[in-house]
C-alpha cells in the first residue's frame, strides 16, 4: 500500500492551496485518513481527521481554515488549506488505516509528506 501526497508548496499568508494524499496498492478498504504536520523541532501533531462514515475531527488551531474530505471511493483524501498562516509552516503527512486482503485488522500507512510553507 502507498500513500503519495501532493499540492503543497510556497504560498503568502491569507492564500490556499490544496493537498492530495491518493492511496493505491493491495486495498480491500479505507477506514479512516488523517493529515498530520510536524515543524522544525516540533512533534508531529494531528490536523484533521475523517471517518469511514465522513466524520470530522480538526485541530483547534485550524478550525475554520482547513477541510478534511475524501472521495466517495475514499482511495483519496484532500486536505483544503484557506487563510494560511505562517504557522502553517510544516511538513504534512497523510495516513490511512487500511484494511488489507489477507491481513486481519487495520493497517496504518503513511506518505511521504508534503512541504507547506507560508510566507508572511
Known amino acids: 500500500v502507498q500513500l503519495v501526497e501532493s499540492g503543497g508548496g510556497l504560498v503568502q499568508a491569507g492564500g490556499s492551496l490544496r493537498l492530495s494524499c491518493a492511496a493505491s496498492g493491495s486495498i480491500f478498504s479505507i477506514n479512516g485518513m488523517g493529515w498530520y504536520r510536524q515543524a522544525p523541532g516540533k512533534q508531529r501533531e494531528l490536523v484533521a481527521a475523517i471517518t469511514s462514515g465522513d466524520n470530522t475531527n480538526y485541530a483547534d488551531s485550524v478550525k475554520g481554515r482547513f477541510t478534511i474530505s475524501r472521495t466517495n471511493a475514499g482511495n483519496t483524501g484532500y486536505l483544503q488549506m484557506d487563510n494560511l498562516k505562517p504557522e502553517d509552516t510544516a511538513v504534512y503527512y497523510c495516513?490511512?488505516?487500511?484494511?488489507?486482503?489477507?491481513?486481519?485488522?487495520?493497517?496504518?500507512?503513511w506518505g511521504q509528506g508534503t512541504q507547506v510553507t507560508v510566507s508572511s
Open positions: 495516513n490511512a488505516d487500511v484494511k488489507v486482503p489477507g491481513w486481519s485488522g487495520l493497517h496504518t500507512f
